[in-house]
C-alpha cells in the first residue's frame, strides 16, 4: 500500500510569483484536504476536494486554489505569492462514504520558501 | 481565535513513566477527536482517534480520554520510551468532516532516558 506522496520537498518562490503543489492520494482514498503550517503553529486548513470538486475551505483567500484529478491526486496553486505564505504545505488523504470523511493520512509536506 | 488548545508548549516524562497531554477544545459542534504525532522534516503520523459517542478508545500503549461536559481530551502514554519523542498534535472535526480539522498548536513531548 502506497502513502501519500507530495513533490517537491522544497521550494524557493519571489513574492508575487505564482506556484503549484502536488499530491498523490493513499490507495485506496478518494478525498484529498490541504493544510498550511506555519513555524511554531498546528497545521490550518486550507480546502477539501472529493470528487474533483472542492467539498470544503478554510479561512484562506481566492487566490489558494486547488484541482483534484481522476486518479484522486490533487494540486494547490497559490497566485501572487506573499512572505506570509511561507510555511510547511501539508496534503491529507482519506476516504469518504455516506457524507463522512474517515480520518486522515498526511504526506511528508512541501517546504514553500517566499523572498 | 482558538478552538482547539493545547496549554503546555512542551512535557519532559521520565522513560518508562506515563505521559499525559491535554488538550481543551470550545465548538460544541466538534464530535471527531484525533491524535498526531510529528517528527522533524517529516508529515504528521495518525495515532488514535475519538468520537463523541465515546469517553474512552485504547491501542496498544496509547489511550485517548474524551470528557465532553469539560470539553478536554488526553492522550495516555504507557510506558513511554524514547521513540515516543516528537510533537503531538491534538485534532478535531466536526460530523461530515468537510470542514477539514482543527488543530492545536502541539506539545513537545521529551523522554527522558
Known amino acids: 500500500e502506497t502513502g501519500v506522496t507530495q513533490s517537491p520537498t522544497h521550494l524557493i518562490k519571489t513574492r508575487g510569483q505564482q506556484v503549484t503543489l502536488r499530491c498523490s492520494s493513499q490507495?485506496?482514498?478518494?478525498?484529498v484536504s490541504w493544510y498550511q503550517q506555519a513555524l511554531g503553529q498546528g497545521p490550518q486548513f486550507i480546502f477539501q476536494y472529493y470528487r474533483e470538486e472542492e467539498n470544503g475551505r478554510g479561512n484562506f483567500p481566492p487566490r489558494f486554489s486547488g484541482l483534484q484529478f481522476p486518479n484522486y491526486s490533487s494540486e494547490l496553486n497559490v497566485n501572487a505569492l506573499e512572505l506570509d505564505d511561507s510555511a510547511l504545505y501539508l496534503c491529507?488523504?482519506?476516504?469518504?462514504?455516506?457524507?463522512?470523511?474517515?480520518?486522515?493520512?498526511f504526506g511528508p509536506g512541501t517546504r514553500l520558501t517566499v523572498l | 481565535d482558538q478552538q482547539v488548545k493545547q496549554n503546555s508548549p512542551s512535557l519532559s516524562v521520565q522513560e518508562g513513566r506515563i505521559s499525559i497531554l491535554n488538550c481543551d477544545y470550545t465548538n460544541s459542534m466538534f464530535d471527531y477527536f484525533l491524535w498526531y504525532k510529528k517528527y522533524p522534516a517529516e508529515g504528521p503520523t495518525f495515532l488514535i482517534s475519538i468520537s463523541s459517542i465515546k469517553d474512552k478508545n485504547e491501542d496498544g500503549r496509547f489511550t485517548v480520554f474524551l470528557n465532553k461536559s469539560a470539553k478536554h481530551l488526553s492522550l495516555h502514554i504507557v510506558p513511554s520510551q524514547p521513540g515516543d519523542s516528537a510533537v503531538y498534535f491534538c485534532?478535531?472535526?466536526?460530523?461530515?468532516?468537510?470542514?477539514?480539522?482543527?488543530f492545536g498548536k502541539g506539545t513537545h513531548l521529551i523522554i527522558q532516558p
Open positions: 491529507a488523504s482519506s476516504g469518504r462514504t455516506s457524507g463522512y470523511t474517515d480520518t486522515q493520512y
Open positions: 490507495s485506496g482514498h478518494n478525498t
Open positions: 485534532a478535531a472535526s466536526g460530523r461530515g468532516g468537510a470542514d477539514g480539522l482543527t
